[in-house]
């Protein structure tokens, strides 16, 4: 279906982001602005997510140029999801920034810069090509740089410095790729290009020579940005350095949206014929790994930041084995789990942002009784912990179970990892709640000097909505995983995305036509 408006989603916050640049001393003006459009977004897209449930696709030819010629976006019901929760992550941490960003840092464009990062969020979950991928991720990559580097510290520059010089050579990378595979088949259009590797496969003529090379270095660029072993080095000390309700925003969208990009163009067009042969190994390994080695070092922090950060590594390791599958229950189970924990983690980074508040640090050892002295933060924290966790009805059991039960027959040591990594995340959310909540504190706390407005309303808020989505999410399983399901079954059948974008390719699909 066609609909001319989905450009709004990068046309409202790229406009946002120049009006909050004349507002930059300004900060009321800004929040408002910077609500208007995040809620405007989101209105949009749960809108257009609603038309398509059904597993419909709708489209947008920018310029009227048809595809593949032109720019191409497409929300479907794998960018759909993704959109809505990313939106719906963005507005909870930034009501939470009123409370708790320093002044001054609000002031060096803080919200030009989030708005930014969704221009470049938004444009890779949208686009229809790979070239406006890689134009989505740097716009993304180049509000990311300032958004760590916005407090200025000596620790924040060293990290900055790191995740820049990665991003740098993953980019060049990327483009190099892009290149290359242009030079192999003439187009960059997803849809196109799912046409051609398809019917050259079916008639057996093959695949060109460097195709399986141009894969395996995708799979570097998108691992990289979406922390995948063995790149996920950048990580564990860049999210720590950040101010808290940016943390949470990376946490949220940053890796997703690496993970995302394997997920559309793998299935689609990089792991077809002989590149699945190399890629699917490759994804399996790098998933038990990342799961495992990643959750043993979470449980080995004693911060609570460290411990959320190096999460978000074991977490993104179910995400890579539900695509690994390349089935599509196991593509469902993964887009599933990965919505429900950009809601779930972001909001576990809210709620340490406030133990820090009343604690004036995150090290386990100075927090502990703040469950007498915040009985929300403690049941808000709890509740996404154990989402986190995957207990029963909370929203992580359904995603984990669906990529457990996939991978039990074909994969059932991945499965086992996954149990094992479930288990100690259970030690580590478990760790930090008896620590920080329930038993007291080792040394004597010193809350933290008062920052942002000084009221933690807006604090409270963010963390509320974030965890009372989790908590619908999980409640509303059935629903979701349906359009998880639609997305699975167009990943793993290209021909309705094909016929939505270039209907005159349809025919040349191996049963596309019918």
Not at 241 to 249: D, I, Q
Request: hydrophobic fraction near 55%; aromatic fraction near 10%.
């Amino acid at each position: 279906m066609r609909n001319d408006l989905l450009g709004l989603l990068v046309v409202i916050p790229l406009a946002t982001a120049v009006a909050s640049v004349a507002l930059v001393r300004r900060s009321r003006p800004q929040r408002v602005l910077g609500l208007l459009s995040l809620g405007s977004m989101l209105v949009l897209a749960v809108g257009w997510l609603s038309e398509i449930r059904d597993g419909d696709v709708l489209v947008s030819q920018m310029g009227a140029w048809p595809a593949p010629f032109g720019i191409t976006l497409v929300f479907d019901s794998l960018s759909g999801l993704l959109l809505c929760t990313g939106l719906v992550v963005a507005l909870g941490c930034y009501v939470h920034s009123f409370s708790v960003l320093e002044p001054e840092t609000e002031r060096r464009y803080f919200h030009p810069l989030v708005q930014l990062l969704m221009v470049g969020v938004n444009q890779c979950f949208l686009t229809g090509d790979l070239f406006n991928l890689f134009v989505g991720f740097e716009i993304m990559l180049m509000a990311s740089y300032g958004l760590l580097a916005i407090g200025a510290s000596r620790r924040q520059m060293a990290q900055a410095y790191k995740y820049l010089v990665l991003n740098l050579i993953a980019s060049t990378v990327f483009v190099i790729s892009a290149g290359l595979v242009y030079g192999m088949f003439g187009t960059l259009n997803l849809a196109d290009l799912a046409r051609i590797v398809d019917a050259r496969v079916a008639s057996g003529e093959g695949l060109p020579p460097g195709f399986v090379g141009v894969s395996v270095m995708l799979l570097f660029v998108f691992g990289a940005k979406g922390a995948f072993f063995p790149l996920w080095f950048w990580l564990p000390d860049t999210y720590p350095t950040c101010p808290v309700p940016v943390a949470a925003l990376f946490s949220g969208l940053l890796t997703k949206v690496g993970v995302y990009a394997v997920a559309r163009t793998f299935p689609l067009v990089f792991a077809v014929g002989d590149a699945r042969d190399v890629v699917t190994p490759l994804l399996l390994v790098s998933a038990g790994i990342t799961m495992f080695l990643g959750v043993l070092g979470a449980v080995s922090q004693h911060s609570v930041r460290r411990i959320l950060a190096v999460h978000v590594i074991s977490q993104v390791g179910y995400m890579v084995f539900g695509i690994a599958l390349m089935t599509t229950a196991g593509l469902a189970g993964a887009l599933y789990y990965m919505v429900q924990h950009m809601v779930v983690k972001s909001s576990l980074f809210l709620c340490c942002g406030v133990m820090e508040r009343h604690a004036g640090s995150d090290d386990l050892d100075r927090l502990g009784g703040l469950l007498k002295r915040d009985r929300f933060l403690g049941i808000a924290f709890f509740v996404a912990a154990m989402s986190l966790v995957g207990l029963p009805p909370l929203s992580g059991f359904f995603g984990k179970l669906v990529l457990v039960r996939e991978g039990w027959t074909d994969h059932w040591w991945l499965s086992v990892v996954a149990l094992l990594t479930g288990a100690l995340t259970l030690v580590s959310m478990l760790k930090i709640w008896t620590r920080g909540f329930w038993l007291a504190p080792v040394v004597a706390a010193e809350p933290a000097p008062a920052a942002g407005s000084g009221d933690l309303r807006g604090a409270y808020i963010g963390i509320g909505f974030l965890v009372a989505v989790a908590v619908l999410m999980g409640l509303a399983a059935e629903p979701i995983y349906d359009i998880a399901f639609h997305a699975g079954e167009q990943l793993t059948d290209p021909s309705a995305y094909i016929g939505a974008v270039d209907p005159r390719g349809l025919a040349a699909v191996p049963g596309g036509g019918g």
